[in-house]
């Protein structure tokens, strides 16, 4: 196996394949057929939701060996350093090999599948292959190899485990190696309502709506409730309250009151005595006519 010092140089040699326009005279650019079209969509079909299953037989797999000794892997994903990845949208992932082994390394194949991070049985998307009609990296020559794939729309905003295996021959020996299996996130695409935003969205107004119809209804039953329980008005007559208040008694104001109050009394006391000193009057006059009518 090699060192570590030869995997720091060829690490280096994947960053500055992303500013390279053009293929230098030791690196070998290499796109399989299987990549994806200018519409974003990969030829053949992907398989989604696989759950509990591999799916299927491998006998590519099953026939390869493992890693050949002195072949060196290292990835990069450059359209997305922090791996997230939006569902529904292309992307890649970039592979680099350098060939410290005693012959040639052809590549033949790239696979890869979407898995659960915690159990990988189960399955969630498996990509379309891509194979490769010119992997030969000759001896002491790095290389480079795009692997393009599409998440499913149908995927849920969450993280998963990516798993990325890529096939090769040395000396006509088929080897098999594991270049990426780690954690990446799907998320939604930007700019775009998926499926389940627009449901909550929904969902949130029906519910907001709901409680408004409830609060309306209650603030009715409430004031209808306060409108029967008001007290009924009870007429005091003429009497204000404040002649009735007992803490008035003996000020100003009472004496004002007693005053108004005592002036209609004698009037009404005045116009009774005129009215008996009238009758006694005319009590008088008529014995007097009685006599007069007498002594006639």
Same mark, same amino acid.
């Given at each position: 196996m090699a060192s570590s010092r030869t995997r720091m140089p060829l690490a280096v040699l994947l960053l500055t394949t992303l500013l390279l326009l053009g293929a230098g005279t030791l690196l070998i650019a290499v796109r399989g057929d299987g990549a994806a079209d200018g519409d974003g969509t990969a030829s053949g079909a992907d398989t989604v939701a696989v759950v509990g299953s591999d799916g299927g037989d491998e006998p590519v797999e099953d026939m390869a060996l493992g890693p050949a000794p002195g072949v060196d892997l290292a990835v990069v994903f450059p359209k997305s350093k922090d791996k997230l990845l939006p569902a529904g949208q292309p992307a890649s992932v970039l592979l680099g090999i350098n060939n410290g082994a005693e012959s040639d390394v052809k590549v033949t194949e790239i696979r890869a599948t979407l898995n659960y991070p915690y159990n990988h049985s189960y399955v969630f998307q498996k990509f379309s292959p891509q194979d490769f009609e010119h992997g030969d990296v000759p001896l002491g020559v790095?290389? +480079?190899f795009a692997y393009e794939f599409v998440p499913s729309v149908q995927l849920q905003p969450r993280e998963y485990s990516l798993v990325a295996t890529v096939f090769y021959e040395v000396d006509g020996q088929p080897h098999s190696a594991v270049f990426y299996n780690g954690t990446i996130e799907i998320v939604e695409p +930007?700019?775009?309502? +998926?499926?389940e935003t627009l449901f909550l969205v929904t969902l949130g107004i029906a519910v907001i709506t709901l409680i408004g119809m409830w609060l309306h209804q209650q603030f009715q039953r409430f004031t209808k409730n306060q409108r029967s329980i008001r007290p /009924? /008005?009870?007429?005091m007559g003429t009497k204000t309250l404040d002649e009735t208040n007992p803490w008035l008694q003996g000020t100003a104001v009472d004496m004002k009151k007693s005053k108004s109050i005592a002036q209609p009394r004698k009037s009404e006391t005045k116009k009774k005595q005129k009215s008996k000193d009238k009758d006694d009057d005319s009590k008088k006059q008529k014995p007097k006519e009685k006599d007069e009518d007498s002594k006639k």
């Open positions: 790095q290389a +480079s +930007s700019g775009v309502f +998926s499926g /009924k /008005k009870i007429e």
